[in-house]
Every structure is written in structure tokens, then in C-alpha cells.
């Protein structure tokens, strides 16, 4: 039996983009029914934001059992891809070669960042049209990226929306 495609999605605090991102392409895998593990992790856990959690599910994509986690916790593991949706962790992402103890070996590092939609001292009603903002585009690249993947279009992608 062939291993699951993996994937690690890191961000600075594992607390939106990064979620988000998890959640997206396992729901993109799942509907193209592609074997896939998605994993995410910070390089300074601060805890899954609500909003991220809320704007998830009214896009049908549940991300409430998701949980923040240091990026050492996938020390040494293999990844397929390990992609960066920040700045900041693409500065600090260690170098998934397997040969320092600092990570596995990845056969692709992608660097995709976004906006970081956790703007401290805004309201929620000014934070949500930004977190809606950066879900979106993180659907649509997770889109893309996993009918790359699997060669193929991912059914009912659209529906999502």
C-alpha cells in the first residue's frame, strides 16, 4: 500500500493561516479522494483563533478540533511538501533535510504567504471581512494545489464557496 501524499503547513503562531490552509486542503484531498496528510504546526504556537474556527465552518470545513503546535513536534518526520504561509516562518522554517535533526526530508519546500488576518486591537467586526478575505484565497490556492497534485480537478470544489 502507498503512503499518503504528507504535507506541513507552517505559520508563526498556528493560530489562522496555517489552520486554515489544513483544513482547505484536507478538504480538497478528500473530495478528489486523494491520499493525503495534512498537518500544521507554528514556530510559535499562540492557539487556534475563533475567527478562523468560525469562518471555516460557514464555509462548510470544520477546523474545531485543530490545535496549536510547535513545529518540533514533526522533527525528523519525511513530508512530501512542507509550505510556509508566512513571512516569518519561511525566515525561521528550518531546513527539512533529515541530516541536522531539525526536520525530516521534504521533497518540495513552498513558500505561499498570506496576510495574517489576526490584526490585535481590531474589533471582530473589523478583524471578520479580513479573515473571510485571506480564507478565501487560501481555498483557492488550496484548490490549485491539490489538483496539481492528483492531476486532476477537484469535484465540488466550488460548492465550498
Known amino acids: 500500500m502507498t503512503r499518503p501524499y504528507r504535507i506541513l503547513v507552517l505559520c508563526t503562531g498556528n493560530r489562522c493561516r496555517s489552520q486554515m490552509a489544513q ?3 484536507r478538504h480538497f484531498a478528500q473530495a478528489a479522494q486523494y491520499p493525503c496528510e495534512v498537518l500544521s504546526a507554528g ?11 468560525r469562518v471555516m465552518a460557514q464555509a462548510g470545513v470544520d477546523i474545531s478540533d485543530h ?5 518540533d513536534e514533526y522533527a525528523d518526520q519525511d513530508f512530501d511538501a ?3 504561509v508566512c513571512g516569518r516562518a519561511h525566515d525561521a522554517c528550518p531546513v527539512w533535510t533529515g541530516s541536522s535533526g531539525v526536520g525530516g526530508e521534504a521533497s518540495e519546500t513552498i513558500h505561499q504567504p498570506f496576510e495574517d488576518p489576526d490584526k490585535p486591537g481590531l474589533s471582530e467586526q473589523e478583524l471578520l471581512p479580513i ?10 490556492w ?20
Not at 44 to 53: D, M, Q, R, T, W
Not at 131 to 140: A, L, S, T
Open 23 to 25: 483544513g482547505w486542503l
Open 43 to 53: 514556530t510559535a504556537p499562540k492557539g487556534v483563533h475563533p475567527l478562523a474556527i
Open 67 to 71: 490545535r496549536s503546535k510547535h513545529l
Open 82 to 84: 512542507v509550505v510556509t
Open 131 to 140: 479573515f473571510y478575505k485571506v480564507r478565501d484565497e487560501i481555498r483557492d
Open 142 to 161: 488550496a484548490e490549485r494545489f491539490i489538483a496539481q497534485q492528483c492531476g486532476a480537478t477537484v469535484p465540488g470544489a466550488g460548492a465550498a464557496r
